[in-house]
C-alpha cells in the first residue's frame, strides 16, 4: 500500500531519548515502532552511513508514510509487530543489536484517520486494529464476546469501574441491533458512565477495547522476555509509555537483577514547554537501561 501522506505525528521526548539511549556511529539499533519517522531518523543520523537501523511498525500504512522522514538514511523498514524482533533480526542474520526502542503510543495520524476507529471523536467504523491486514475487530469482540468477557477486558485494560455495567448495557443493545461505529459504541457507554471533569465517559472504554483487539500488553511482555536475548552486553533498551499498564511491565522489566542496569532511576516525563507543544507528551513517561552480564 503506498500513499503520498506526509505524516503529522510530533515524537513525544525526542532529546531525551538520544540523550539518555546515546546511539553511536557505526552502531545497529531498532526502532520497534517506526510510526511516522521522527525517532527512527534520529537514530539513523546518530549511527551514520556506516551504522544500521531496523524500523518495525505493525501498521503498514505508516510504514510508507515514514519512507518520506528515512530517505537517504541507512534504514530498513520492515512491516512486523515488535513481539517478532527475534524473528526479524535473525532472518537477517543478525544475533544482537546495540539498542532496542519502542514509543508505545500510536500517533496523531492513526487517531485522525476516521475509518481506522481509533477515537471517539469522530464517527467511524468499530475496528481500531492498528495492523489493519489481520485480526478481528472491536466490533467483532463487543458483538461477540460475553457480558463477563466484556467486562474483564473493560476493567483489566481499562481500569473502568463500571465495567459490569458497561458490559451488561452492550449486551442489551446488540441484541436490538449489532454496534458497527465509534459513536454509537460512545452514546452507549456515556449513558451509564458519568462524566468526570474534562474526561470523556468512553475514554477508558475505548482504550481497553484497543489494547485488547491489537493485543497490546501480551506483545509488550513478549517484548521484554526476549529483549535480554537480543541487547549486547553494554547495549541500551529504552521504553516509552502512556498509561500504567504499561510503565509497570517496563519497570518490573529493567529491575531484573543481573540482566539491566536502569539508566533512569524514576521515568522521565515531558517538559512543560513540550506538552505547551504537544498535548500528546503530557502522559508520556520513558524509561531506560543497560544491558549487563549475568
Known sequence: MSTDRVPVHVSVLPAETLSLLDPKAGETW????VGGGGHTRMFAERVGPNGRVIGLDQDPTMLEMARQRVAGLTVEL????FDQLSEVLTARGIDSVDGVFADLGFSSDQMSEKARGLSFRDDGPLDMRLDPTTGETAAD??????????ADVFWEFGEERRSRRVAQRIVARREEKPFATTADLANVVRSCVPRSGSIDPATRVFQALRIAVND???SLDRLLAMLPRVVKLGGRAGIISFHSLEDRRAKQAFRAVGLWQPVTKKPVEASDEE???NP???SAKLRVARRIAN
Request: glycine residues 8%; proline residues 0%.
Open 30 to 33: 531498532v526502532d520497534c515502532t
Open 275 to 277: 506538552t505547551a507543544r
Open 280 to 282: 500528546r507528551a503530557r
Open 78 to 81: 520492515v512491516h512486523a509487530n
Open 216 to 218: 497490546e500488553l501480551g
Open 141 to 150: 469482540m463487543v458483538n461477540t464476546m460475553s457480558e463477563a468477557g466484556l
